[in-house]
């Protein structure tokens, strides 16, 4: 197979600069040399962490699902379990955790399924996207003092409905959704 991410191409960062710093979003305006010479002076970059998540089914084949507000969009949207990697976690460890705290399911077999960027022309980072199957719940949410969400277990019907439907409105959750249902037909 062909390696389709290459560093082909770079560009040459001649000036960078820091506007805004944030733990959650960090905005960076670079000064550029493209390859044939020529100059963008402004070329902005977010910076956010690394994320994760996690389709995660239990034993008897049902979806572990979070409904919540999203005040982007001003909607209420169904998604997979996700965060951000810790510093000193691996991408492993932080979907673990991230399924744990927001639905209190566990165990089960994982792998990884993907990994994907939302948008590589202005953002540094990228969500590693995992298949946990066989979880179970064994205890309750453990939220964080700004999180909102529901709990819902769904079919696998229901789940390929919202997305047949266009009803995952997340791009790096449809992503891996329509992976995995594209395995398994």
Same mark, same amino acid.
């Given at each position: 197979?062909?390696?389709?991410?290459?560093?082909?191409?770079? $560009?040459?960062?001649?000036?960078?600069?820091? @506007?805004?710093?944030?733990? $959650?979003?960090?905005?960076?305006?670079?000064?550029?040399?493209?390859?044939?010479?020529?100059?963008?002076?402004?070329?902005?970059? @977010?910076?956010?962490?690394? $994320?994760?998540?996690? %389709?995660? %089914?239990?034993?008897?084949?049902?979806?572990?699902?979070?409904?919540?507000?999203?005040?982007?969009?001003?909607?209420?949207?169904?998604?997979?379990?996700?965060?951000?990697?810790?510093?000193?976690?691996?991408?492993?460890?932080?979907?673990?955790?991230?399924?744990?705290?927001?639905?209190?399911?566990?165990?089960?077999?994982?792998?990884?399924?993907?990994?994907?960027?939302?948008?590589?022309?202005?953002?540094?980072? %990228?969500?590693?996207? /995992?298949?946990?199957?066989?979880?179970?719940?064994?205890?309750?949410?453990?939220?964080?003092?700004?999180?909102?969400?529901?709990?819902?277990?769904?079919?696998?019907?229901?789940?390929?409905?919202?997305?047949?439907?266009?009803?995952?409105?997340?791009?790096?959750?449809?992503?891996?959704? $329509?992976?995995? /249902?594209?395995?398994?037909?």
């Amino acid at each position: 197979m062909k390696n389709g991410i290459t560093e082909e191409g770079k $560009w040459e960062t001649v000036d960078s600069e820091y @506007l805004f710093r944030r733990p $959650w979003l960090t905005v960076r305006r670079d000064k550029v040399r493209l390859p044939d010479g020529r100059i963008n002076p402004e070329f902005y970059v @977010l910076e956010y962490p690394d $994320w994760v998540n996690v %389709i995660a %089914i239990t034993g008897d084949g049902l979806f572990v699902m979070e409904k919540q507000f999203r005040y982007g969009l001003g909607k209420t949207c169904y998604e997979l379990a996700a965060g951000v990697v810790e510093d000193g976690e691996t991408p492993l460890q932080a979907a673990r955790r991230e399924l744990a705290e927001e639905t209190g399911y566990e165990g089960g077999k994982w792998q990884k399924l993907m990994t994907v960027s939302g948008n590589p022309s202005t953002t540094n980072n %990228i969500t590693h996207c /995992f298949l946990a199957t066989g979880v179970k719940k064994v205890s309750s949410q453990h939220l964080d003092a700004t999180e909102d969400l529901e709990v819902c277990l769904m079919t696998k019907e229901e789940v390929r409905d919202l997305l047949d439907c266009d009803q995952i409105r997340q791009a790096l959750m449809a992503a891996p959704l $329509w992976k995995f /249902f594209a395995g398994s037909l």
